[in-house]
């Protein structure tokens, strides 16, 4: 199996600018597309991003698109989301996911799940 690790999180200002990492153990990373969700308290999780095996098409839910970037290095077996532009909204659990199926905004597709991080965007 895939076990996901993410870090990164913290307590950033409105604005500011943060960058997750989600290393990956096992020998078949390259072999997975990559997802981000988020969660926030008493709502559902949340498709934020996904990137495909290659790190070439990159697909973003219309309230991240432009702000953050997903991205991947295969031979460090980690995948990585830059986010700018910091919101209150996106205050949340972020989580990093690993499929081998088509459906990548969908939590469904995905085999694999890393702890979560916080990411906590203040006033």
């Known amino acids: 199996q895939v076990q996901l690790v993410e870090s990164g999180g913290g307590l950033v200002q409105a604005g500011d600018s943060l960058r997750l990492s989600c290393a990956a153990s096992g020998r078949t990373f390259s072999t997975y597309r990559m997802g981000w969700f988020r969660q926030a308290p008493g709502k559902e999780r949340e498709f934020v991003a996904a990137?495909?095996?290659?790190?070439?098409?990159?697909l973003y839910a219309e309230s991240v698109k432009g702000r953050f970037t997903a991205s991947r290095e295969n031979a460090k077996n980690t995948v990585y989301l830059q986010m700018n532009s910091l919101k209150l909204e996106d205050t949340a659990v972020y989580y990093c996911a690993a499929s081998s199926s088509i459906g990548a905004t969908f939590p469904g597709a995905y085999d694999y799940w890393g702890q979560g991080t916080q990411v906590t965007v203040s006033s």
């Open positions: 990137i495909s095996r290659n790190g070439v098409n990159t």
